[in-house]
């Protein structure tokens, strides 16, 4: 991006998106409650402007009307950031887990977060492996075709889970991914009484991943922990690699407040 003049406004900048902010910003300092009018005249704004910005937030989330015209700012602003304070302590806190994972297996080790129907890592530490995957911080993967979107689905009401395949379908990424709700069912039960999810060749061909969930201090899912490989490195020591991942994901668990019941106890040992 191309800037003018140290001290000067960037270049290239979006009014529009500017002037949002504007007004979120207003409303974030006070937020009484503004008529189309108001913000208008307080922002120097022409009405059609205010009026298509307003309406575009509103549709958006981030303000309501009320019937008396009134604009107000909604809690998904505090919500949307409250996210990403979650994503930074969970990052912080799981990092040095990760590390420690990737030394004791020699894999890759990733940090992944459900975000609506998908899954997004948020971390990774490269293992000794010449085999790179292909995740990446910030990549999106379809939550059926991942070993930790699965560990992650596992924990997820039967309901969302329905909703999310509905929503998305259960494309495939190999011959291998799950194409069905049934199988789909089928897998996330034999997750959930094993402890561990197993992606085998289902999001590259050669390539295997192990996952375990990560719960928080309500025991909620929050995140996913994985490690990944070729197959022909998972094949000799798949059970003590899932032993490992899963005893990272209850470490970090366990930091973010989570505490082990007798139920929870054994699933771990499972």
């Known amino acids: 991006m191309a800037h003018s003049k140290r001290g000067s406004k960037p270049k290239y900048t979006v009014p529009a998106v500017e002037k949002s902010f504007a007004i979120l910003e207003m409303f974030a300092a006070r937020n009484q409650g503004y008529t189309l009018s108001e913000v208008g005249r307080l922002l120097k704004l022409p009405i059609s402007t205010a009026s298509s910005l307003l309406y575009t937030l509103q549709s958006c989330g981030y303000l309501y009307r009320n019937d008396k015209g009134r604009f107000f700012l909604t809690m998904k602003m505090l919500t949307e950031g409250n996210k990403a304070l979650g994503q930074m302590k969970l990052r912080e806190i799981a990092e040095p887990e990760l590390k420690k994972l990737t030394l004791e297996t020699g894999l890759a080790s990733i940090l992944s977060i459900r975000d609506g129907d998908q899954a997004v890592c948020i971390e990774k530490i490269e293992g000794t492996s010449p085999i790179r995957l292909a995740s990446h911080v910030g990549k999106r993967m379809y939550l059926h075709q991942t070993s930790y979107g699965k560990a992650i689905l596992a924990h997820t009401s039967e309901q969302q889970v329905e909703a999310i395949v509905e929503s998305r379908g259960l494309p495939p990424a190999t011959e291998n991914t799950i194409t069905s709700l049934p199988q789909l069912t089928k897998e ?28 928080d201090h309500n025991g909620n899912v929050v ?38 019941t007798a139920l929870s106890r054994s699933f771990h040992q499972a």
């Open 223 to 260: 995140a996913g922990v994985a490690v990944g490989g070729s197959v022909f490195e998972l094949d000799k020591n798949l059970k003590a690699v899932a032993t490992a991942v899963k005893a990272c994901a209850l470490r970090i668990s366990e930091h973010l407040g989570y505490q082990e």
């Open 188 to 215: 996330l039960t034999r997750i959930r009484a094993q402890g561990w999810a197993l992606d085998d060749q289902e999001t590259g061909l050669g390539i295997r991943g192990i996952a375990a969930p990560i719960f």
